[in-house]
């Protein structure tokens, strides 16, 4: 009897042009032999891996996915630089016609060869490709002076022009440059350039950068670069501030959307909030991003998303953003409020009826999470109830005070449990 593939082997086999595990199996082989793949960039996986891979099993999924996601531009990438070399990419003046991926490796490799295929700096082709405009290439490596005096010699329409000037394969407008141009910052950190390389990027500037990429970007903006314009797979300047997660990650997202970036612009496979959620989950140092898009509203993309944002928060921050992201990530309608149970229930929680438990068993393990929510409502609901007994009856007080010491004894109890 023929098992029942796993729907993402089958993504995987179409992907790569393979009619069975056992050829995707040498295809891979022969990428990861190739590419030499840079410490830290990936979990080597195998044969095994992907035959005993559940897709329940998200989090293992995401690390095999990443790596099919770079094994796949890894292949790609060659070609695609001896075409370009080939034939140079010209400029155009509006949002470029969304490339549609056929999967999420997909998406995810191609997110990755975007940038590595025709800038300096990249894994692939580390001196980039020269057909970049010199405006560019000054805000790329955060020269500030040469940027403003290319601007200032500008007329006002020329200036709009440029504002929308789309460049390089990726067809990135300005807003681009300065956010993927940081990683110039940071050369000596690329474990992936050689000596040589490093030595042929600083050519490009004399080595005297001024890496004012900050700056450059709140001027585009100031100016009136579009902070939602986007790159060929539909992702904006937002969605690569979190691919470039350097020191000055803070400063670019607040600008961003100080200037309008919409952090609900929706992207081929999830959300930014997902992806900055993922992104950073390790990394302490960047979790106020989080609290920015929440004050910005960013929000889930769908049910799925949400469970996984969740998930994610419950295993891998601190309990503040648990809570704190259960606000935009709801249950649905008469679901056990446990992240990862799927029971409908008519059981409301004893203390603030507001959220459903399908049993006592589920409420206690969900009892860390839901307890400042539950407080919360608790005295939202007290404070209705007194501005109403006050208003017009003092003889319910006696109910009030009983709900009150009601949710006392409630915390106390789950506490003991
Ligand atoms: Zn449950
Ligand atoms: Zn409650």
């Known amino acids: 009897m023929a098992i029942a593939l796993d729907p993402a082997i089958v993504e995987w086999l179409k992907l790569f042009n393979c009619s069975s595990c056992e050829e995707l199996y040498s295809k891979l082989e022969k990428i990861q032999t190739e590419h030499k793949p840079v410490e830290g960039e990936h979990v080597p996986f195998s044969l095994h891996d992907i035959k005993h891979l559940s897709v329940s099993d998200s989090e293992r999924g995401g690390i095999i996915l990443c790596d099919i996601g770079i094994y796949w531009s890894a292949d790609k990438a060659a070609e695609l630089i001896k075409d370009l070399r080939q034939n140079p990419q010209k400029e155009s003046f509006e949002n470029p016609v969304v490339y549609q991926c056929s999967s999420k490796a997909e998406y995810f490799g191609r997110t990755t060869l975007i940038s590595d295929v025709d800038l300096p700096g990249s894994k692939y082709n580390p001196v980039g490709h020269g057909y970049y405009s010199d405006l560019f290439f000054h805000m790329f490596f ?204 008519m059981k409301k929680c004893g203390a603030c009826s507001f959220v459903v438990y399908c049993t006592p068993a589920c409420q206690k393990l969900d009892w860390k999470f839901h307890k400042p929510t539950c407080k919360k409502k608790r005295v939202e609901k007290a404070s209705e109830n007194s501005a109403w007994i006050s208003y017009f009856d003092v003889r319910n007080m006696n109910s009030f005070l009983l709900s009150s010491i009601f949710g006392i004894l409630f915390e106390i109890f789950m506490q003991e449990l």
């Open 142 to 345: 955060g020269n500030y002076s040469d940027f403003i005096e290319h601007i200032k010699k500008l007329s006002e329409q020329d200036l709009k022009k440029t504002l929308n000037t789309r460049e390089g394969y990726p067809q990135f407008s300005p807003l681009f440059a300065p956010i993927i141009g940081r990683r110039m910052i940071h050369i000596e950190r690329m474990s992936w350039l050689t000596e040589q390389n490093k030595r042929d990027i600083r050519m490009m500037y004399h080595g005297s950068n001024e890496n004012k990429q900050v700056k450059i970007l709140e001027k585009l903006l100031k100016l009136g670069a579009d902070p939602n314009a986007h790159d060929i797979i539909g992702n904006t300047p937002l969605y690569h501030a979190a691919y470039f997660r350097y020191d000055d990650a803070e400063k670019i997202v607040s600008t961003l959307l100080r200037y309008g970036a919409n952090p609900n612009h929706s992207i081929q496979y999830g959300s930014i909030l997902r992806l900055f959620c993922n992104f950073i989950a390790t990394l302490p140092e960047y979790w106020n991003i989080i609290d920015l898009l929440l004050s910005y509203n960013a929000k889930p993309r769908d049910y799925e998303e949400a469970m996984f944002i969740r998930y994610l928060m419950e295993t891998k921050y601190p309990l503040e953003y648990a809570v704190k992201l259960r606000e935009v990530c709801t249950k649905k309608k008469n679901e056990c409020e446990r992240t990862e149970c799927e029971v409908s229930t």
